[in-house]
């Protein structure tokens, strides 16, 4: 049985869909050109932890990164201005990662640690992929729902998550950091395939409704 990380705490079992999911419903999600992702979105206030409404949010963001086929996804990628993702992502080893954090924040890489090469998608930048060097392992620290504290360390792909995430918080999409002949490319593919890739996403959340259902 693969080994599941919820929260930063491994469990003994997990079922397929985090159970956020079934009490959620999907959202339309934001594509870059869009205010909202292109700032530096509000932390979160105290006044939110522990209450419903955040609550809420969370529950749809689960299911829709899920019927979007994503690994995570970032508040200001369903155009609410609040710093928190939620993410369900494996690491290298095969290990499930899955959870959310409100208001984080990246520990300054490592000067040891090494930048790794490889191809990085986004939700928001519908369809293409492009290479991008990300550090092989971050750690991010905020708190969930409830204001309690949450530290998340990972390497490779769930690494690469987690430092993708916590730029969504702060303005940046993937392809901010590619050099501008390269992110012309990325956005003019974007513009080719985007239709599909919306076509896919709706077919995907009416699957998922009659999975969760049953």
Not at 145 to 172: I, M
């Amino acid at each position: 049985m693969p080994v599941v990380v919820v929260q930063g705490r491994e469990v003994a079992d997990f079922p397929e869909f985090a159970p956020e999911a079934a009490r959620g419903r999907v959202l339309r999600v934001t594509v870059t050109g869009e205010e909202v992702l292109h700032r530096v979105n509000a932390d979160v206030p105290e006044s939110m932890l522990g209450g419903a409404e955040l609550s809420r949010l969370i529950d749809d963001m689960f299911v829709t990164m899920y019927a979007s086929e994503g690994v995570g996804l970032a508040g200001n990628q369903v155009g609410v201005d609040l710093r928190v993702f939620v993410y369900d992502c494996p690491d290298d080893d095969g290990v499930r990662h899955v959870g959310h954090v409100v208001n984080p924040v990246l520990d300054e890489r490592d000067l040891d640690d090494p930048v790794v090469v490889e191809s990085e998608g986004c939700l928001s930048v519908p369809g293409p992929h492009a290479d991008l060097g990300r550090a092989e392992h971050a750690t991010v620290r905020g708190v969930d729902k409830d204001g309690n504290e949450v530290v998340l360390t990972g390497s490779g792909y769930f690494a690469r998550c987690l430092q993708h995430e916590t730029d969504h918080t702060f303005g940046k999409l993937y392809v901010d950091r590619l050099s501008a002949r390269e992110r012309k490319r990325v956005l003019k593919k974007m513009n080719e395939m985007a239709d599909s890739v919306f076509a896919r996403r709706e077919e995907r959340a009416q699957e998922l409704e009659r999975e969760l259902a049953g």
